[in-house]
Nanobody
Framework: QVQLVESGGGLVQPGGSLRLSCVAS????????MGWYRQAPGKQRELVAV???????NYADSVKGRFTISRDNAKNTVYLQMNSLKPEDTAAYYC??????????????WGQGTQVTVSS
């Protein structure tokens, strides 16, 4: 059984920073892409950033230059460093990973979400 667990969300003032973490656990053979998505109330879930196992990245235009995605493959962990936060960044942030299981097969997994609120 594979599980993703996020942490690091919270309330921050505009211009502030937060760092999100997501740890994948279970019987994992390999992790391909790892990424972050977000969903604001009344809106569709959208891609924030994704990082492949080879190191290539893709960011939403709205976060380029402010957010940085990184990963620690030894720890099966992906991070999202968020700087210069804006009220429009307020959303539930979800971790996503494409995982090849030790038992065979692969799947797309999601964390339970962590809330980020940017407000003065």
């Amino acid at each position: 059984q594979v599980q993703l667990v996020e942490s690091g969300g919270g309330l921050v003032q505009p211009g502030g920073s937060l760092r999100l973490s997501c740890v994948a656990s279970g019987r994992i053979l390999r992790i391909n892409d790892m990424g972050w998505y977000r969903q604001a109330p009344g809106k569709q879930r959208e891609l924030v950033a994704v990082l492949s196992s080879s190191g290539s990245t893709n960011y939403a235009d709205s976060v380029k230059g402010r957010f940085t995605i990184s990963r620690d493959n030894a720890k099966n962990t992906v991070y999202l460093q968020m700087n210069s936060l804006k009220p429009e960044d307020t959303a539930a942030y979800y971790c996503n990973a494409n995982i090849i299981r030790a038992s065979g097969g692969r799947g797309d997994y999601w964390g339970q979400g962590t809330q980020v609120t940017v407000s003065s």
